[in-house]
């Protein structure tokens, strides 16, 4: 079991089988907050950013959340409020697009829906969804939900709404399946994240011996070698240049 922040705790998600049809590649895009940055949302450790402004153990634990959930219901407020005012951008559309010629499966650590906005049919979200709740006595129980969230929105049995957010020290209940998607991978490209928080930032090490690896991030935590090619950009310009580079 994995848990997150370091160490992360996982059990079983969904197995969907991977299929590799002929003609098309098995692509798998790990994304990270700078994605959606030109959109208009905060990155978390950039200068400004989200983990600046804000105690990560006051806002994104479980015992901070025990401590004040009023605060912790807020923080996301903020978040699912300005959610609701950005779209995707052209990082976002591109990948979407490239699910027409491969066989493409986005696993994402954003709590934003902007891929799924996009139009990406297959993703999967490691830290959980801002537009989501479930009920603090039953993890199962999960719910769409698009307003604020404040003490004393209760679930059919009276236990406390919470965002569906993978908090720091939680389980990370997507990752298996994240695992046998990268696995089965011919490429696999990374963008607009620190590679800081695992086990997401561990995930590339399961990609196949022949996949090519491309890391699209302005300021990236990794370097060019062998296998990986980093493109130093913002993610609407790098995502591009990956696409053409995958194409020839
Ligand atoms: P970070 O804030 O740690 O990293 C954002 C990355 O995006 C940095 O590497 C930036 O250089 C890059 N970046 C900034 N602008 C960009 C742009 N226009 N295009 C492309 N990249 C850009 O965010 P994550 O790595 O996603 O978890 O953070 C991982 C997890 O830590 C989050 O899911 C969140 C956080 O704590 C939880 O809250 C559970």
């Known amino acids: ?118 139009g990406s049919n297959k993703v999967i979200h490691l830290h959980g969804e801002l537009l989501k709740v479930r009920s603090c006595g039953n993890i199962k129980n999960i719910k769409h939900w698009d307003k604020d969230i404040i003490v004393g929105d209760v679930c059919e049995k009276g236990h406390q709404w919470r965002p569906h957010i993978v908090w720091f020290g939680e389980a990370v209940p997507a990752m298996d399946e994240a695992i046998t998607i990268v696995e089965k991978a011919d490429a696999v490209i990374i963008v607009g994240t620190s590679m800081q928080v695992y086990p997401a930032a561990g995930l590339m090490q399961y990609a196949p011996e022949h996949a090519k690896l491309y890391f699209v991030d302005p300021n990236p935590s990794l370097s060019s070698n062998d296998t990986l090619t980093v493109i130093a950009e913002n993610a609407t310009t790098g995502v591009a240049k990956v696409i053409e580079m995958i194409e020839k």
């Open 1 to 118: 079991m994995q848990l997150i922040n370091h160490t992360l705790k996982h059990y079983a998600g969904s197995k969907e089988p991977v299929a590799k049809s002929q003609n098309k590649m098995n692509i798998t895009i790990l994304t990270g907050a700078g994605i959606s940055a030109e959109s208009g949302l905060k990155t978390f450790r950039d200068s400004n950013g989200l983990w600046e402004g804000h105690d990560v153990m006051e806002v994104a634990t479980p015992e901070g959340f025990a401590r004040n959930p009023a605060l912790v219901l807020e923080f996301y407020n903020q978040r699912r409020r300005q959610l609701l005012e950005v779209k995707p951008n052209a990082a976002h559309l591109a990948l979407a697009q490239l699910q027409e010629k491969h066989n493409v499966h986005i696993i994402t650590q954003n709590v934003d829906d902007l891929h799924e906005r996009a």
